[in-house]
């Protein structure tokens, strides 16, 4: 069965980065563009963008470029977002999901979210 | 950029029928995708492609878009259909982004 399973959470001061990890099983993992989405405390779901796990090529939404950073290592199956110069802002469970087919931007499975706290 | 809003609640009795707008500039034109998440929990695809159900859904959960509005129907509606629900399109604007709704709280009361 399709799995993509995340790392723990995560607490960091303002400043310092963090790797989040999805690691994807049940399925041939570059045969799917892989997701990422941000639920801030209390809020709805904002899309960061897409990488494509065929090529490795990545597509930043508005308001995600710069400090994020998409990548792959296709031999164990896992996409990472990596975040930079952490604020305060960042404070946000952090999703990946799989994408039904490329070009339908749904997303059919989803990685249990990880939590990653910005605090001093 | 594209935006799609969605009434903040909706309140609906067991056995009864809840409706979930999701309003957008002609969305009738796009694909929608309909999410479920309940507290703590990952999001849950429910609906796609306007009115197709995932393999494992309940047929108590459909959807149609026309227009400038998109809709879930949950019928017969349990108390484990308690849940945030998300609408989504793909727009393929001059700035192609996945773009989320506002997101709506069923209350079963």
């Known amino acids: 069965q399709v799995q993509l399973v995340q790392s723990g959470s995560e607490l960091k001061k303002p400043g310092a980065s963090v790797k989040v990890s999805c690691k994807a099983s049940?399925?041939?993992?570059?045969?799917?563009?892989m997701n990422w989405v941000r639920q801030a405390p209390g809020q709805g779901l904002e899309w960061m963008g897409w990488?494509?796990?065929?090529?490795?090529?990545?597509t930043y939404a508005q308001g995600f470029t710069g400090r994020f950073v998409f990548s792959l290592d296709t031999s164990v199956s896992t996409a990472y977002l990596q975040i930079s110069s952490l604020k305060a802002e960042d404070t946000a469970v952090y999703y990946c999901?799989?994408?039904?087919?490329?070009?339908?931007?749904?997303?059919?499975?989803w990685g249990q979210g990880t939590l990653v706290t910005v605090s001093s | 950029s594209y935006v799609l809003t969605q009434p903040p609640s909706v309140s609906v009795a067991p056995g009864q029928t809840a409706r979930i707008t999701c309003g957008g500039n002609?969305?009738?034109?796009?694909?929608v995708h309909w999410y479920q998440q309940k507290p703590g929990q990952a999001p849950v695809l429910v609906v796609y492609?306007?009115?197709d159900r995932p393999s494992g859904i309940p047929e108590r959960f459909s959807g149609s878009n026309s227009g400038n509005t998109a809709t879930l129907t949950i019928s017969r509606v349990e108390a484990g259909d308690e849940a945030d629900y998300y609408c989504q399109v793909w727009d393929s604007s001059s700035d192609p982004e996945n773009v989320f709704g506002t997101g709506t709280k069923v209350t079963v009361l």
């Open positions: 990488i494509n796990t065929n090529t490795g090529n990545p």
């Open positions: 999901a799989r994408e039904l087919d490329i070009g339908t931007s749904c997303l059919d499975y």
């Open positions: 049940g399925y041939t993992f570059t045969s799917y563009a």
């Open positions: 002609n969305i009738g034109s796009k694909s």
């Open positions: 492609d306007d009115s």
